[in-house]
């Protein structure tokens, strides 16, 4: 008697659960009659129109800041980068021979016909934000389906506006990364799992969704471990509740859903290995990225010591919440448990450089909502005075305010960030032609071919400095002729920066040409002696424009083509001082005489007034 009581008592708790997390539903009359913000109040069972309207202005607010942050965000170095790789495509190159790049193919795949119909242009990365940007949405529209599932509609709507202003996911949300393809795929996957029965069908959505999240990065690597960490788990809390035939028919979907996340990135292996690329896809995107368990230390005793810490107590809540709820628990159990096993994966088999956490703030934000909202209702009903404003709005609404004052605070939207690199693409694209090389740390110019082939980022320079990837930069620049040096990202090691130094001259913002200062040897001395490293053609300007003279023995008429070695100019012009440079640069007016035309090139007039 007291098992079937206690049985019965289980059930009447869920079903109860279930009555009081469906929105109210209203009569046709009710909703003709009532006011549009109590239709929404009633639709995501909300607690009056009041809670409405402020759902409704802080979504438009955030709506507003989204904005803004793809016009005025600081650049990632990361966007650049892909951008590049995306741009190579676009010319016929082949990635991983042609082009480094360490992450999986899909999101250059995906936005290479794109880029080629916008063209080589300054303002391609807000461009490309705004191509991403839906995917943001969808991102939110996965949130509201979860939080709906899990809880309730009004938690769902919430969870979007908590976690859109949450500073460390809404300062990166916008960026053109493969993050945010990444995390909104994996989403929907989980989305579709938590969206009824299990059934055949499900499991091979579910799995092709997560198979293109593999196609995007490796790093879903852990997502299917976290997910099958979890489901584990939680099919041990939920065991009486399954039958044997039940739990023959969930090996067969898990089976498929195995199979279905595993095509995908095998067809990505095969069409690259049928292109004869394998040897440099598995360079790039495994053996690359495992340089970084060599470059640095491990934290696994660390990760195990949390792991002993967070493990039960994540364990024993999910039991409470299957013993109290069976029917809603479950899927909260299994989202709970993704987050902690995804965070522990993380702190203990991944390097701390590229450790992603955008995928479980997301799933956290709704469960941590869903807690919040609970809170408000236990507070409104148990206590008076103060708490009775949360009848107007709830705790996540006063979380979210904060948190709008603290994204103010920190990253005023106001501030254009952008206009650096706009202006290094800018002077790039005037100043160069599409075959000319670049040095550059990680393809910011974008739409030139760079002469060093591995991407300047904290991996490789790790491994630069313990001699693990050989630093020929120098070398590379002479024998590709490379006559322009990008400075916005100062990577290169010391070697490389002094070689830079003394070949190349600054004539705009983060832009140097080759060339060199031509000095006298004395007071009065009218005979010039340089060295030339990097062969190109050059020409021999002053401050006077009038440079006459003999170079190497021959009367100088203008720019002329100089070989790597010593060289002679005899001046017969009387001049404050030469400069020897890139002739392609004097051609299109970048040189260190001339008064900037726009604010990109103050740097080159502020060394005019110190070589003067």
């Not at 490789?460 to 590379?476: F, N, W, Y």
């Not at 009367?555 to 001049?575: K, N, V």
């Amino acid at each position: 008697m007291r098992r079937r009581n206690s049985r019965n008592e289980l059930i009447a708790r869920g079903f109860q659960f279930k009555m009081s997390t469906r929105p109210a539903r209203w009569t046709t009359k009710s909703w003709q009659r009532g006011s549009l913000a109590q239709r929404g109040a009633d639709h995501f069972a909300m607690s009056g129109p009041a809670e409405f309207i402020a759902v409704i202005a802080m979504f438009g607010l955030l709506l507003v800041f989204v904005v803004l942050t793809v016009m005025r965000q600081k650049i990632d170095s990361d966007e650049p980068q892909h951008l590049h790789v995306i741009w190579e495509w676009t010319r016929g190159f082949v990635q991983y021979r042609d082009v480094f790049d360490n992450h999986m193919p899909l999101f250059h795949l995906a936005f290479a016909p794109i880029v080629g119909l916008i063209g080589e242009r300054a303002t391609i990365l807000y461009w490309m934000r705004f191509v991403l940007l839906p995917m943001y949405f969808v991102s939110a529209w996965c949130m509201y389906q979860i939080g709906a599932r899990l809880f309730s509609r009004r938690v769902g709507i919430w969870a979007i506006i908590a976690i859109g202003f949450f500073s460390h996911y809404y300062s990166d949300a916008t960026d053109f990364r493969t993050d945010n393809l990444w995390t909104p795929l994996w989403l929907l996957c989980i989305t579709v799992l938590l969206d009824g029965a299990l059934t055949l069908r499900r499991a091979s959505v579910a799995g092709l969704l997560l198979g293109l999240c593999f196609a995007v990065s490796m790093k879903s690597t852990l997502l299917l471990l976290s997910l099958l960490i979890a489901a584990g788990l939680t099919l041990i809390f939920a065991r009486k509740n399954i039958g044997k035939s039940s739990w023959l028919y969930l090996a067969l979907c898990t089976a498929l859903f195995l199979v279905m996340t595993v095509l995908i990135p095998v067809l990505v292996m095969i069409f690259f290995a049928c292109k004869g690329v394998w040897r440099d896809f598995r360079y790039c995107v495994f053996d690359y990225n495992l340089l970084a368990d060599v470059v640095y230390e491990s934290h696994f005793k660390w990760g195990i010591l949390i792991s002993a810490l967070i493990l039960p107590m994540a364990l024993y809540v999910s039991w409470r919440m299957v013993r109290g709820s069976p029917e809603a628990g479950i899927s909260r159990t299994f989202i709970l448990l993704v987050c902690v096993c995804y965070h522990l994966a993380l702190q203990i088999f991944w390097p701390p450089i590229s450790r992603t956490y955008p995928p479980i703030y997301l799933l956290a934000s709704v469960l941590c909502v869903g807690a919040l909202m609970a809170l408000s209702e236990q507070l409104i009903q148990n206590h008076a005075g103060i708490f009775k404003v949360l009848r107007l709005a709830p705790l996540p609404a006063w979380l979210a305010l904060v948190e709008i004052f603290l994204c103010l605070g920190s990253r005023p939207v106001w501030e254009d960030l952008t206009r650096e690199q706009v202006h290094l693409l800018r002077d790039i694209l005037a100043l160069t032609e599409p075959m000319d090389y670049v040095l550059d740390c990680k393809g910011e110019t974008v739409f030139r071919p760079r002469c060093f082939r591995t991407i300047l980022e904290r991996i490789a320079m790790k491994s630069i400095e313990r001699g693990l990837i050989p630093d020929d930069v120098p070398e590379r620049c002479i024998e590709t002729h490379t006559c322009v040096v990008a400075t916005i990202l100062d990577r290169y090691s010391p070697a490389t920066h002094e070689f830079i130094e003394r070949n190349y001259l600054p004539v705009a913002e983060n832009v140097r040409v080759a060339g060199i200062m031509l000095r006298r040897p004395g007071p009065n001395g009218h005979r010039f002696d340089f060295n030339v490293v990097i062969p190109a053609r050059y020409e021999i300007i002053s401050r006077s424009r009038n440079v006459t003279g003999n170079l190497d023995g021959v009367a100088y008429d203008g720019a002329r083509f100089l070989s790597a070695g010593p060289h002679t100019f005899e001046s017969i012009s009387i001049s404050e001082g030469f400069v020897l440079l890139w002739a392609q640069a004097v051609d299109r007016h970048f040189t260190l005489f001339e008064r900037p035309a726009s604010p990109s090139q103050r740097f080159g007039w502020r060394l005019l007034t110190h070589f003067s």
